[in-house]
C-alpha cells in the first residue's frame, strides 16, 4: 500500500480527480439505457457570471441529487449551459467599448454584435471552470447556451406557434421602461423598493374661475405636463358638483375636464387625483375608458421632449425640481409633505423606472396558466418546501400578460418582419395559397420562422426584421426540452424529459418556474419536472443578503483556496435546513475543513492497520452476527440504521438532515467510540473486516456531498473497483439492525461519559484512576452494568466500580444522574478541595457574568427587532445552556464542601 500523507492537501486532491473523472467520460448519461432515468437541467447561469455563494449553494444541491441517483443504479444527467442574459451582457459590452470612447451606435448594431459574441468566447466559459472547481458531476458533452442555433431556432418555433394561436400580440399599453438600458421590463424585472419621496399638492384653477382651484396631490409632478384629466370619485360629496367642469392645467394652460370614476382612492391626498394616460397604468385605464387624449411628454432616455413646452431637454428628475419651483412662484404649489414611495427599479441596474407608454409585443397568459395551476392543484408538481405551492398559486391565478419585447440588440431578435412596399401603400393583398407564412391581418406584418424571400401579400423583396429581441425568459421558459433538440423528437428527449427535479432560489419562481411549467405543458404536453427544491438564500451572519455595496460578500472560489471544495459543499450542506435562509459567515466552513480532516485521519489510522487479505471477505457470508463482539454489532447497526434514515432524507429533500447524521456518525460514533474501544485489539480478524466494510460504506454515502476526498480515499482501499462514483448506494440489511443492542450501548457510553466529564470538571490527570460507585434503579440496567463493567472500567479509567444495592450516597463524593442510575466519583485523595472549590466558584461567576450579558441583550428591543431569528433564538438556547452549567457547577461546589 502507498504511503498515505499525514495530511490532507485539497489542492493537490481535487483537480487531480475532476480530470480523471472527465476524462473517463464518468458524467456522460446514455438516451438509451435499460436503466430509469433521473435527469436534471442546471439553471443556466448568466454568461456574465461568476460563481457566488447562492450558486455554490444550489449547484451542490443539484450535485449531491445527481451523484446520490446516479449510485442508485439511475441513469442520471444533469444537463449544463449557460445564459445569454440580454441586458445584463450588453450592459457588460458597452461598458467595455466605453473605455473606448464608443457608444454602441457609433459601432452599429452588427459590428456590436461581433464585440458581444468575441466577449462570450472569451469571458462566458469563466462560470462553467468555476463549477467544475466545486465538483459539479454536469455531463459537460452537452452543453447547450441559450443563443446557439439550434436553441434559436426553439425560440422562433414557439414565438410562431403561439401567434398562430393568438397568444401572441402586439399593441400599445404602459409598461415598465427602464430609461438607463432604454427597454421595456416585465413586472417580474421591475421589483418595488419603498424609498424617501415627496407628496406635492398642486393647485388646479377652474377655467370660468381662475381664482378657485382644486387641489391635486401627486408623487410625480414632472408628468402633470402630460395630464389630460382630473379625476374624483363620483359618491365624493366634496366634488360632485365639479364633475364635468373644465381646469386649466398649470404651467401648461392646457383646457381639461373634471371626470368622474369609482377607481379614485377618496382617502389619497384631496381626494382629485391627476390624470396622465401616457405615463402611469392606472391613468392608461381611465384614459381608456374615457377616451382621454394620450400625451407622451418623455423620450426613451426619460428626457422630455417637444410636449414638455419650456421644459424640453431636461431629464425627469431636473425638471420635477424646476416644476415645483414655477409653480411656487405661480402660487399653485399648496404645500409638500414627505411620503414613503413603493418605487419599480430595473432589476440590472437599478434605474428607477418610469411607466411608459409604448408598442410593444405581449403573450396572453391566462390560457397558458390553467393548465399549469391544475397540475400543481392535483400534485402532479410538488414544491418543497410546500408554502411556495400557495405562492404559485396566488401569482398563476392574478397573471397579467407578459411584456416579450426588448428594445435592446443582444439577444433573439423577434421573428417579426415588414414589407415596406405594403406599409408604404397601405393595402393587402390575398397571399399566396401555398405560404407557410404566418399572417394577419395587419398588412405588411409578416410572422415567420426564418425570413421571408418576398411578401406574400405583394411580391415585394423590399423586406426587414423587427429590431426588437425577445425577453431573455422567453428563451429560459423553454430550458427542460429545447435543451434536449426540441422540436426535433430525439432520442434525448423522449427519454429524459419530462425531467425529475428543479432546484431553484425563491426568488424566480416567476420569472422561470411558473414560465417553464406553462411552456412544457404547452409545447410537450407534459409537466417538465415533478418536484421542485426551492433553496433559501444565502445572507451573512447578521441576516443581511450579501452584496457589494455592504462588504459582506464571501467569495466560494476563495473559500475553496482555503479549505477546498468538499469543505464548502459539505459546510452549506450542514446550514440548509428545507427552505431556510442561510447564516452564513466565514468561520462556518471551519466545521467542513475539520471534518475533512477528520475523515482523513480516521481513514488513514484504518487502512495503516488493515491486513488487506483479512478484510477480502463478504461480512454477511464469512461470519454470524452473534460471533461479533458487543461493539462490532453495534456500529453495524448503528451504521445500517443511520443509512436508512440517510436514504430516507436525500429521498425527501432534507440535505442538511443526511449531513448531521453523516457528520454525527462518523465523528462521534465510527471514531469517538468504536476506533478507540477496538484499539487495543485492532488485528482481531472481526475487528478488521468490521472496521473495513464500515468505512468504505461510509464513503459511498458520503461521496455526493464530499466527491473528492472520498474518491481520494477510495482508490487508496485496498484493490478499489473504478471510480467511488460508479459503486452502487449501500443497501439497508435489516438483519442487522438492532435497536435494543443500540439503546444498551448508548446508555453504557452515556455512563462512561459522566464519568469522564467528573474527571474533566476536577481536573484529575489521565493517568490517574478513579473509584466509582453506582445505584441503578431497575434490574435490567443492574444487569447491563455487571455485564459490561470491564468497558467502563477501561474506558472510564476506573479503578474500581461498586454497584451500591442500596439508595444511599457514598460521602465524600461527586453524583450525578444519569437516566436510572445514579453515579458516584470518589475523590478523596485525588485533589486539593480547596484549591478546587475556589476555581469552581471562579467558574461560576464567569458564566454568571456572560449570562447576564446574554440575558440584557435578549431584553434589549432593538437587538430583538434588528437581528436575524436564527441569532435571537442562538442567543437563547446559549442562556439556557448556560443557567444548566451554572446549576451544575453549583451542586458540584456543594459537594465539595
Known amino acids: 500500500m502507498n504511503e498515505i500523507p499525514t495530511q490532507y492537501n485539497p489542492k493537490e486532491v481535487e483537480d487531480k480527480w475532476y480530470k480523471f473523472w472527465e476524462e473517463n467520460d464518468l458524467f456522460f448519461a446514455k438516451s438509451n439505457s435499460i436503466k430509469k432515468p433521473f435527469s436534471i437541467v442546471i439553471p443556466p447561469p448568466n454568461i456574465t457570471g461568476i460563481l457566488h455563494m447562492g450558486h455554490a449553494l444550489n449547484n451542490t444541491i443539484q450535485d449531491i441529487l445527481i451523484r446520490y441517483y446516479r449510485m442508485k443504479g439511475y441513469e442520471a444527467l444533469w444537463l449544463p449551459g449557460t445564459d445569454h442574459a440580454g441586458i445584463a451582457t450588453q450592459n457588460v459590452v458597452e461598458k467595455q467599448i466605453a473605455k473606448e470612447g464608443l457608444r454602441r451606435q457609433d459601432l452599429g448594431r452588427e459590428k456590436f454584435l461581433e464585440r458581444v459574441w468575441e466577449w462570450k468566447e472569451k469571458y462566458g466559459s469563466n462560470i462553467i471552470k468555476q463549477l467544475k472547481r466545486l465538483g459539479a458531476s454536469c455531463d459537460w458533452r452537452r452543453e447547450r447556451f441559450t443563443m446557439d442555433q439550434a436553441y434559436s431556432e426553439a425560440v422562433n418555433e414557439v414565438f410562431v406557434r403561439l401567434y398562430e394561436k393568438g397568444l401572441i400580440y402586439q399593441g400599445s399599453y404602459i409598461i415598465n421602461w427602464c430609461p438607463r438600458c432604454q427597454t421595456a421590463l416585465s413586472d417580474e424585472e421591475a421589483p418595488h423598493k419603498e424609498i424617501e419621496g415627496s407628496l406635492y399638492y398642486i393647485r388646479y384653477p377652474f377655467k370660468e374661475h381662475p381664482d378657485s382651484f382644486i387641489v391635486v396631490a401627486t408623487t410625480r409632478p414632472e408628468t402633470m405636463l402630460g395630464d389630460t384629466a382630473v379625476a374624483v370619485h363620483p359618491y365624493d360629496h366634496r366634488y360632485k358638483k365639479f364633475i364635468g367642469k373644465t381646469l386649466i392645467l398649470p404651467l401648461i394652460n392646457r383646457e381639461i375636464k373634471i371626470i368622474a370614476d369609482s377607481v379614485v382612492d377618496r382617502k389619497f391626498g384631496t381626494g382629485a387625483v391627476k390624470v396622465t394616460p401616457a405615463h402611469d397604468p392606472v391613468d392608461y385605464q381611465l384614459g381608456k375608458k374615457h377616451n382621454l387624449e394620450f400625451i407622451n411628454i418623455m423620450d426613451v432616455s426619460a428626457i422630455l421632449n417637444e410636449n414638455a413646452g419650456k421644459y424640453k431637454g431636461l431629464d425627469r428628475f431636473q425638471a420635477r425640481k424646476l416644476i415645483t419651483e414655477d409653480l411656487k412662484t405661480e402660487n399653485l404649489l399648496e404645500k409638500i409633505e414627505s411620503y414613503k414611495i413603493s418605487v419599480g427599479h430595473c432589476y440590472r441596474c437599478n434605474t428607477i423606472i418610469e411607466p411608459y407608454l409604448s408598442t410593444q409585443w405581449f403573450v396572453k397568459m391566462k390560457p397558458l396558466a390553467e393548465p399549469a395551476i391544475k397540475v400543481v392543484k392535483e400534485g402532479r408538481i410538488r414544491f418543497h418546501p410546500k408554502r411556495w405551492t400557495k405562492v404559485y398559486l396566488n401569482w398563476m391565478e392574478n397573471i397579467k400578460d407578459w411584456c ?107 420569472f422561470w418556474v411558473a414560465r417553464m411549467i406553462m411552456a412544457g405543458l404547452e409545447f410537450m404536453g407534459e409537466i417538465p419536472f415533478s418536484d421542485v427544491y426551492i433553496h433559501g438564500t444565502v445572507r451573512d451572519i447578521e441576516g443581511r443578503k450579501m452584496s457589494k455595496s455592504l462588504g459582506n460578500i464571501i467569495d466560494p472560489l476563495e473559500i475553496i483556496e482555503h479549505v477546498g471544495a468538499d469543505a464548502l459543499r459539505f459546510s452549506l450542506m450542514l446550514i440548509t435546513a428545507c427552505g431556510q435562509d442561510i447564516f452564513l459567515s466565514e468561520e462556518k466552513f471551519k466545521t467542513g475543513r475539520n471534518f475533512a480532516n477528520k475523515i482523513w485521519n480516521a481513514s488513514r489510522f484504518v487502512l495503516m492497520n488493515l491486513n488487506p487479505e483479512e478484510v477480502r471477505v463478504d461480512l454477511c457470508v464469512f461470519f454470524k452476527k452473534e460471533d461479533l463482539s458487543l461493539i462490532n454489532r453495534w456500529i453495524l447497526s448503528r451504521f445500517y440504521s443511520i443509512l436508512k434514515k440517510i436514504t430516507k432524507a436525500l429521498d425527501n429533500y432534507r440535505f442538511n438532515e443526511a449531513a448531521n447524521l ?78 435494543k443492542l443500540e439503546e444498551d450501548v448508548r446508555f453504557l457510553f452515556s455512563v462512561i461519559t459522566q464519568i469522564r466529564n467528573f474527571r474533566s470538571l476536577i481536573e484529575i490527570k489521565p493517568e490517574q484512576k478513579v473509584d466509582i460507585s453506582v445505584y441503578p434503579h431497575t434490574k435490567k440496567r443492574l444487569d447491563l452494568i455487571q455485564q459490561h463493567s470491564l468497558m467502563i472500567k477501561n474506558l472510564a479509567k476506573v479503578n474500581q466500580l461498586q454497584i451500591l444495592r442500596v439508595d444511599k450516597p457514598p460521602r465524600p463524593s461527586l453524583s450525578a444522574i444519569v437516566e436510572d442510575i445514579d453515579i458516584y466519583l470518589h475523590f478523596t485523595r485525588l485533589i486539593d478541595i480547596k484549591k478546587e472549590q475556589l476555581r469552581i466558584k471562579e467558574m461560576i461567576s464567569e458564566l454568571s457574568a456572560i449570562c447576564k450579558k446574554k440575558e440584557q441583550n435578549i431584553k434589549n428591543k432593538e437587538f430583538i427587532h434588528k437581528a436575524p431569528k436564527e441569532i435571537v433564538t442562538k442567543e437563547r438556547n446559549e442562556i439556557k445552556r448556560l443557567k444548566g452549567e451554572i446549576i451544575r457547577l453549583e451542586k458540584i461546589y456543594n459537594e465539595l464542601c
Not at 418582419?417 to 405560404?435: I, M, W
Not at 482508490?715 to 435497536?739: A, G, N, T
Open 404 to 510: 416579450i419585447s426588448r428594445q435592446i440588440w443582444w439577444g433573439h431578435r423577434l421573428p417579426v418582419y415588414y414589407c415596406r412596399d405594403c406599409q408604404q401603400r397601405d393595402k393587402s393583398q390575398t397571399p399566396d395559397s401555398n405560404s407557410q407564412i404566418n399572417l394577419k391581418e395587419e398588412p405588411g406584418l409578416i410572422v415567420s420562422k426564418e425570413k421571408p424571400e418576398k411578401c406574400p401579400f405583394c411580391g415585394s423583396t423590399d423586406i426587414y426584421q423587427d429590431e426588437d429581441v425577445l425577453d431573455t425568459w422567453f428563451s429560459s421558459w423553454l430550458w427542460p426540452f429545447a435543451t434536449f433538440y426540441w422540436p426535433k423528437e430525439t432520442e434525448e428527449l423522449k427519454y429524459f424529459y419530462p425531467t425529475s427535479v428543479l432546484v431553484t432560489a425563491p426568488e424566480i419562481i416567476f
Open 662 to 739: 453523516l457528520y454525527s456518525f462518523f465523528w462521534h460514533e465510527f471514531c469517538d467510540w468504536y476506533l478507540e474501544i477496538t484499539k487495543a485489539d485492532i488485528k482481531d480478524k472481526h475487528n478488521q473486516v468490521v472496521m473495513y466494510k464500515i468505512l468504505e460504506k461510509f464513503l459511498r454515502i458520503l461521496h455526493p456531498f464530499m466527491p473528492f476526498i472520498t474518491e481520494e480515499i477510495w482508490q487508496r482501499l485496498p484493490s478499489p473497483d473504478q471510480s467511488i462514483m460508479l459503486q452502487p448506494w449501500p443497501h439497508v440489511q435489516e438483519e442487522m439492525i438492532d435497536k
